[in-house]
């Protein structure tokens, strides 16, 4: 078998586990528990007890956030993925159904409200903001329809973009909030679990993202215009963001020449590549969410294929070697491996045949006289010469013995006799004749089992009919008596 030849792709699974490998080191971490490195803009959004607090916050037109600059900006070049614990316990409602309106998190260019430039605390006119922002937003829409959402907003200057929704309406459980900024998209996960193992709501939403400016500030709140309604008790606890240095795209290659059913095969992103699937290309996600690409390209050189055949008679004395064995009489097929040009298997397959002597029989029943002759290797045989013994050779080249036996039958003879008497009705068919008292004598031919004439004569005897007397004189009593016919 070949040695094979691969182009692995350990340095693109060296990256993935270099990402990996410090996902315990959070760049930003804040579990609440030092409300002095908040700015508190408005109340019922505080810190307070170890985590963030919602107090039936809602966004009736008064700034209700937190804010705190970052020690160094996130940059459009920067990939990160950032996780906070939500519990959502109650929310206020409209129409009597579930009504919440509120910021979770977000990272903004200043310290301003994330969507409007506020004049003052009461957010007067509500202009629209004209900083960049990524944020996360927990709401029902406007009508209500009961569903609870969870999707992203980006702010690139004045144009405000809205990501698909997570739908999720339980409230009182703990919920692992994930958002990954990759090379260009954001995506939006929740968790049931710490170990983000078990995803809820309607399934996690990507974002493509704009280029944004340098983001200097973090901030937890609610969305400054809306109802009254949309109110909010819940908490926030343990915010991390994990930054990554490398954003890029990458490439691999996955590269494999063997031989034809060899076995081998790879699995890249979950599918396998194989004989009967050798080439694709695969896009990966690092741990930043950035895509890597991966060709693959799987050569399987053919195995060759040869054989080694023989055709003779028992007792030829044929012998041939392959691969250092000896095939004849005693060993005539067997199945040898041997390496082609390419390094590959080349399987040559023996087999030799040697053809007993064969035997035949030329027989014949006939009649004599019947001119029946036939040639057997050159020499006629017929009614004088009738048996004897040829050898021949068969289609193979060996000996056929061919025995021949010509029979020629005599003809037969026979009779059909009768006595009777006159009168008595017999008569017989013969070769479709009748013969009786009126045509009692005649000779037919006919055909015996062999074919052969068969002459049967025909004799039937009808004897006169006699009278006669049975006469007796004698005496009274003298008891004489005679049986005739039994009585």
Known sequence: MKPVTRTSI?????????????????????????PGDWTQVGTLVEVSGGELQYVDGAPDGVQRRVYKELNSPYTSEDCWEMTLEFLPESVGTYQGEPFPGHMLFSLTETDQDPLHDCPDEDCTGFP????????????????????????????????????????????????????KKACSNLTLNLYSDEDKQNEIGSGSITFDLPDLSDLFYIQHGNMTSGYHLRELTGTIDNVCIERFDYCAESNGEENYEGCEGDGYSVEVNGTTYDESNPSGIEILTNAVGCDSTVTINLVYLPNSTGEELYNGCEGDGYEVEVNGNIYDEANPSGTETLVNSQGCDSIVTIELVYNPPTSGEENYNGCEGDGYEVEVNGNTYNEANPT??????????????????????????????????????????????????????????????????????????????????????GCQGDGYEVVVNGN
């Open 388 to 473: 004897g013994t040829e050898v021949l050779q068969d289609i193979n080249g060996c000996d056929s013995t061919v025995t021949i036996n010509l029979v020629f039958n005599p003809p037969t003879f026979g009779e059909e006799n009768y006595e009777g008497c006159e009168g008595d009705g017999y008569s017989v068919e013969v070769n479709g004749t009748v013969y009786d008292e009126s045509n009692p004598t005649g000779t037919e031919v006919l055909e015996d089992i062999n074919g052969c004439d068969s002459t049967v004569t025909v004799n039937l005897v009808f004897y006169e009919n006699t009278t006669g007397e049975e006469n007796y004189e």
């Open 128 to 179: 629209e903001g004209t900083q960049d922002v990524i944020l996360i937003e927990y709401l029902a829409l406007n009508p209500p329809d009961g569903n609870i959402l969870f999707r992203i907003v980006v702010k690139d200057n004045t144009t405000r973009l809205v990501s698909d929704n997570i739908i999720y309406n339980d409230l009182g459980s703990l919920i692992y909030v994930e958002l």
């Open 10 to 34: 350990f340095t693109l699974f060296t990256l993935f586990f270099f990402f990996n490998s410090g996902y315990s080191q959070c760049d930003y971490f804040d579990d609440f528990s030092s």
